[in-house]
């Protein structure tokens, strides 16, 4: 089955309702901000080319020859069809040049959901993702990293994530001033 990703400025309310149904409200940022940092990019993932038939979304963040996949999700049904596995072969085949990062709960931690988490990256390890030593907290959960395509050093994700806020902050300051 091939896959069609459309990028999206957040138009399409299946798109939305996905990214409500798929993901805890501690773990999303406003919708309307999905594509406000430099190199953000937002998908539609279609079974045919005119967007009629979804099955997914993708939200990937560019910086630095590293590829953050911040939002992956499937319709519920179309899970246990491959999907997930093509999405992420397509950002690999795509993103060949950068290292791939994808931030998954931990497993390593007193929580609610322990065999969620630990099928989620089992199916990320299956496809090719490897554990990496770094870990962050975000709104009182543990998120471990795995990457593709190479690796990253110790404290390299945070450092990305400080100099996108700073460039984030430059920005807004520039268009309050417009």
Not at 2 to 19: C, Q, S, V
Not at 73 to 92: F, H, N, P, V
Request: glycine residues 6%; hydrophobic residues 35%.
């Amino acid at each position: 089955m091939k896959l069609y990703f459309i990028e999206t400025k957040n138009t399409d309310p299946r798109l939305r309702a996905l990214y409500q149904k798929a993901f805890p409200e501690k773990e999303r940022i406003p919708f309307y901000e999905l594509d406000i940092l430099p190199g953000s990019h937002f998908y539609g993932v279609y079974k045919d080319a005119h967007a009629n038939e979804f099955v997914g979304l993708l939200d990937i963040l560019d910086y630095k020859q590293i590829c953050q996949v911040r939002y992956l999700a499937t319709e519920e049904s179309c899970r246990g069809q491959g999907i997930g596995s093509k999405i992420l072969d397509w950002i690999k085949e795509n993103r060949k040049n950068s290292v791939i990062v994808i931030d998954a709960e931990s497993d390593s931690v007193p929580c609610d959901n322990l065999d969620q988490r630990i099928s989620r990256k089992q199916f990320y390890y299956r496809n090719g993702f490897s554990a990496s030593e770094d870990h962050y907290h975000w709104h009182g959960d543990t998120f471990d990293l795995l990457t593709a395509n190479g690796t990253l050093k110790n404290g390299e994700y945070v450092q990305l994530w400080k100099e996108l806020f700073v460039l984030l902050k430059e920005r807004q300051s520039a268009q309050n001033c417009l």
